[in-house]
């Protein structure tokens, strides 16, 4: 591990942590050349896999992108970030576990919106208007008929 202060690679483990969830390692590490203290974070590289965009390009998993999304989407709404990370985190594990090598961004926004529809119709709705690429008013209002009319526990069309 290379120390941020004057590059070199010569340092040693000063002390060890698990993180809460005992997925990460904190380690506080000390330079043995200039004496700073510096802390890593260590956690397992899981194969994640690639994303196949409308378009049809092919991107790696990005973990923030998902959490970006779905913090917009709950923005001034009720919803606590311990709750937003958990929905990633379930999506994340889900896609891990899955064995997939590829997923299309369709199936993982359609999975968004269906966790955002057990959580908070706003937010479900604010998600579904920018996943869809509504195009105008009565595609909103069509969506919100919809919302209204079926049941809550029923997943949403992709």
Do not use: W
């Amino acid at each position: 591990m290379k120390c941020p202060r004057c590059g070199q690679v010569d340092n040693k483990v000063v002390d060890s942590r698990a993180g809460k969830e005992g997925d990460v390692i904190r380690r506080r590490r000390e330079c043995l050349s200039c004496r700073r203290r510096f802390t890593t974070y260590e956690r397992i590289e899981e194969e994640l896999p690639l994303v196949v965009k409308r378009d049809g390009r092919r991107e790696p998993f990005d973990r923030q992108k998902i959490l970006t999304g779905i913090l917009k989407a709950c923005e001034k709404r009720p919803i606590s970030y311990p709750t937003i990370e958990k929905v990633v985190d379930t999506l994340e594990g889900e896609l891990q576990s899955s064995g997939e090598k590829e997923i299309s961004s369709v199936e993982i926004g359609g999975r968004v919106m269906a966790e955002l529809l057990k959580l908070d119709d706003v937010a479900y709705v604010r998600f579904a208007s920018v996943y869809r690429q509504f195009k105008d008013l009565s595609q909103f209002v069509e969506e919100i008929k919809t919302l209204i009319t079926e049941p809550a526990d029923r997943p949403p069309k992709p």
